[in-house]
């Protein structure tokens, strides 16, 4: 079994730091998670975004991308469902 490290872009460090509380714990800790498997039940790939994908955490969602061979997994994005994919192909650029 492969330990991945995972790195957050400078967005979505900024997005994790604006949530408060229970949501914020949630988040942290679905990111963790993502080290010891980065694909998780329940995860999707994105259409036509390149190689993201996302996982849902309540109302949530996180978006990122996972460099196998490097053993990486780059959080991109996270915020409300209705939120986050607005611009998503944009900010991966």
């Keep these: 079994?492969?330990?991945?490290?995972?790195e957050l872009t400078p967005a979505a460090d900024r997005q994790l730091s604006k949530l408060r509380?229970?949501?914020r714990e949630m988040l942290a800790a679905a990111?963790?998670?993502l080290a010891s498997n980065p694909r998780?039940?329940?995860?999707?790939?994105?259409?036509?975004a390149g190689d993201l994908w996302r996982i849902r955490v309540r109302d949530?969602?996180?978006v990122y991308r996972i460099a196998k061979e490097r053993l990486l997994v780059t959080v991109v994005k996270l915020g409300r469902?209705?939120?986050v994919y607005r611009g998503l192909a944009s900010d991966v650029e």
């Design 60 to 62: 949530y969602r996180i």
């Design 81 to 83: 469902r209705k939120d």
């Design 40 to 48: 998780p039940a329940g995860c999707k790939k994105l259409r036509g």
């Design 31 to 33: 990111i963790v998670a």
């Design 21 to 23: 509380g229970a949501a």
């Design 1 to 6: 079994m492969h330990v991945y490290r995972v």
